[in-house]
């Protein structure tokens, strides 16, 4: 059964789910947009267990299209999920790297137990996926997915996004 989904403005920091999707950089150590966002909220504890990643499992850094999970530190979630969406390029097809983003996410979360996911719009900032593809992609992939999440939230940051995601999934 596909999740509830709800598409509303906001910030993804300040939400209350079991788990809330970081669109990282593959470094996991924070940057821009909604990464640096969810570092600097939810505080240390997120980056210290990141840096324990890279020393372990991901010393190359996350692949894009996959997910790891970390402590939410000070953030009202249980968990960050941290993905790494693809860079948009007109001359090759990554379409399926965002939805393997999305859908390794709702992987990672069915392996902790969260029954509620916040996700942004993945790749939709400054790596430059055009909003009314990424929205295409991001409600079909959550709506397609083999998942126990109960709910899902697209938390976005901008009355475009707002709209390009409440266009797809017809709330």
Request: glycine share 10%.
């Amino acid at each position: 059964m596909s999740p509830r989904i709800e598409v509303e403005r906001g910030d993804i920091t300040e939400v209350e789910v079991d788990a809330v999707v970081n669109a990282a950089n593959s470094s996991l150590l924070g940057g821009g947009g909604v990464d640096g966002a969810i570092h600097r909220r939810g505080g240390p504890a997120i980056l210290r267990e990141c840096r324990e990643l890279r020393a372990g499992r991901y010393p190359d850094g996350l692949p894009t299209g996959q997910a790891v999970a970390t402590t939410a530190g000070d953030l009202p979630a249980r968990w960050v999920i941290h993905t790494v969406g693809p860079v948009h390029a007109k001359r090759e097809d990554r379409s399926h790297l965002l939805a393997s983003a999305y859908r390794e996410s709702l992987r990672v979360a069915d392996e902790l137990g969260a029954r509620s996911v916040a996700f942004p719009a993945i790749s939709a900032g400054i790596y430059g996926w055009p909003l009314p593809d990424a929205a295409r992609i991001a409600v079909e992939t959550v709506r397609d997915a083999d998942t126990a999440v109960e709910h899902v939230r697209f938390v976005l940051f901008n009355d475009e996004a707002l709209e390009a995601f409440r266009g797809v999934a017809g709330t």
